[in-house]
């Protein structure tokens, strides 16, 4: 079966037109093809949409099975070529045009100043990614590893961390057209901030918390940040019940403002993305999109954080005895342990007295009171 340029470019970036095609393409055409074992389906298209029917069926559930040939106008980095056939290699280096003989410099000068930055890094470079971006740039980004003067990867063990932080944004539906709930996994060392891991998926709320969890047992965080509204609230709420170090991020400016403010750290150089990570493309897909991306949730995690280093200088201390000091106090409110003399054994907790003015801690071994759930050091306190 073969489907040549499905898209029409007036209707592409209607949601509802190019929704059409793709159901059209997902419960008609994929499934007639006279031996589903044997058969094959060639698309043939220009890009012309992150979404656009190439987009859909190479980040969906089957992607992998797709051959993706692309090949753009002006190479955007030096690239080897292998024909299948012959098995002849052809070095195609960064800058070079096509068909030169063509389309010249001049023409596509043309092209850029009708079609704009959008239009052209999708038909002519086959990626609705500008290659200038939008708010991020995509020459902002340092990717890992670094690649040698022949373009081959240089393998080299990433830098120490100083600390571990994840940034949430968080939403609760389920369904397929809602926000997407995002964690981002940022490691902070001397030459900038390295993402090292993004989870995606669309949740409800005990599915989220579960993996709030499992992530920070994963990365073991020095802090895990959420927005302070919505279901990030609610979340706060639950995660402080436990060992976690959460804090409750204010957000007074829209997507967009927030956005802006933490390009100038990308501009600089300081942020590293893992080259070969599942991940990277959809999430560089989507930040040098933004704002006219599909989705801004990755976004939204990833200015967080780089704003919330911005603002607070990183790591001072005094931010931290604050929010350390409001995570004791609903511990000792709440009657949960305020810390642990042997990690990840309950009955080691070590609580504090919640009387008022008390701050007496009793340790495992000591004769404590508990009354209406808390815990008292003398049966005066508790009356």
């Not at 007639?32 to 890009?47: A, C």
């Not at 098995?87 to 068909?99: I, M, Q, S, T, W």
């Not at 949740?203 to 992530?215: D, G, R, S, T, Y």
């Not at 959420?226 to 609610?234: F, H, I, L, P, R």
């Amino acid at each position: 079966m073969l489907i040549d340029d499905p898209h029409d470019t007036e209707n592409v970036v209607s949601d509802k037109e190019r929704q059409r095609t793709l159901h059209n393409f997902d419960h008609k055409l994929s499934t007639r093809l006279d031996d589903p074992k044997l058969g094959v389906i060639v698309m043939i298209m220009q890009r012309l949409h992150t979404r656009d029917l190439s987009g859909h069926v190479l980040q969906g559930p089957d992607g992998k099975r797709w051959t993706h040939l692309s090949i753009p106008m002006e190479a955007p980095a030096s690239k080897t070529y292998i024909f299948p056939l012959s098995k002849k290699d052809y070095v195609r280096k960064e800058g070079e045009l096509l068909n030169p003989a063509r389309e010249g410099h001049p023409e596509l000068e043309e092209h850029k100043a009708r079609l704009g930055i959008y239009g052209y890094a999708g038909q002519f470079q086959q990626n609705p990614l500008p290659a200038g971006g939008g708010i991020f740039k995509f020459n902002y980004f340092n990717l890992w590893p670094k690649l040698d003067r022949d373009g081959n990867e240089q393998y080299a063990e990433l830098p120490k961390f100083k600390t571990v932080t994840q940034s949430w944004d968080t939403a609760i539906k389920d369904k397929e057209t809602d926000s997407f709930s995002v964690c981002t996994t940022w490691g902070t060392c001397d030459t900038g901030y390295f993402l090292l891991d993004v989870w995606r998926k669309h949740v409800e709320f005990p599915e989220m918390i579960h993996a709030m969890n499992e992530l920070a047992t994963e990365w073991r965080p020095g802090a895990i940040l959420v927005e302070d509204k919505a279901s990030g609230q609610s979340a706060i709420q639950e995660l402080r019940r436990s060992t976690l170090p959460v804090i409750a991020i204010q957000v007074d400016k829209d997507k967009v403002a927030r956005a802006r403010a933490a390009a100038a750290t990308a501009e600089a150089g300081k942020i590293w993305i893992m080259r070969n990570a599942s991940w990277s493309r959809l999430y560089l897909d989507e930040l040098c999109n933004f704002p006219k991306s599909e989705f801004g949730d990755q976004v939204d995690s990833t200015t967080q954080f780089i704003n919330w280093v911005n603002q607070t200088g990183s790591w001072l201390p005094a931010y931290y005895e604050s929010e350390n000091e409001k995570d004791r106090r609903y511990r000792i409110e709440h009657g949960l342990p305020v810390r642990y003399t042997m990690p990840g054994v309950s009955f080691s907790g070590v609580y504090v007295c919640v009387y008022s003015g008390c701050g007496k801690e009793l340790l495992p071994n000591t004769v404590m009171t508990q009354a209406r759930g808390l815990r008292f050091c003398s049966v005066a306190h508790s009356m």
